[in-house]
């Protein structure tokens, strides 16, 4: 039980879409990423999707309408929504979802979540 310091986790990777647990919450991976560009279109059929921006501003987009999210600011996306999460520039992203929830919404496709 040592305090999280998620600058310094986040100062140990550099790919982006790839979130890396930093901590388990009640059966959920707290997870840092680092954003760039577009991600795949995707939705989550059993759980909704947290995001915290840390740094930088991103957009999740659905197919009715875009939330732009700034640094501080947070946005939970239903389950079974189909969204798109999508950064200009770097941004740096807290995300929290039931352990073994894939990225992508679907396993085959999901990126492997590592633990640092």
Same mark, same amino acid.
């Given at each position: 039980?040592?305090?999280?310091?998620?600058?310094?986790? #986040? &100062?140990? +990777?550099?790919? *982006?879409?790839? =979130?890396?647990?930093?901590?388990?919450?009640?059966?959920? @991976?707290?997870?840092?990423?680092?954003? #760039? &560009?577009? +991600?795949?279109? *995707?939705?989550? =059929?059993?759980?909704?999707?947290?995001?915290?921006?840390? @740094?930088?501003?991103?957009?999740?987009?659905?197919?009715?309408?875009?939330?732009?999210?700034?640094?501080?600011?947070?946005?939970?996306?239903?389950?079974?929504?189909?969204?798109?999460?999508?950064?200009?520039?770097?941004?740096?992203?807290?995300?929290?979802?039931?352990?073994?929830?894939?990225?992508?919404?679907?396993?085959?496709?999901?990126?492997?979540?590592?633990?640092?």
């Amino acid at each position: 039980m040592e305090p999280i310091n998620l600058a310094e986790k #986040l &100062g140990q +990777f550099s790919e *982006h879409w790839s =979130p890396k647990i930093v901590a388990d919450y009640n059966g959920n @991976d707290v997870m840092v990423v680092k954003v #760039l &560009g577009e +991600f795949n279109w *995707h939705s989550h =059929p059993d759980t909704d999707d947290f995001f915290l921006v840390l @740094d930088g501003e991103i957009d999740i987009e659905m197919r009715d309408r875009t939330v732009t999210l700034m640094a501080g600011e947070m946005f939970v996306v239903p389950k079974g929504v189909e969204h798109r999460p999508v950064a200009q520039k770097e941004a740096h992203l807290m995300v929290i979802e039931p352990c073994g929830t894939p990225n992508t919404g679907d396993a085959a496709t999901a990126v492997t979540k590592d633990r640092i």
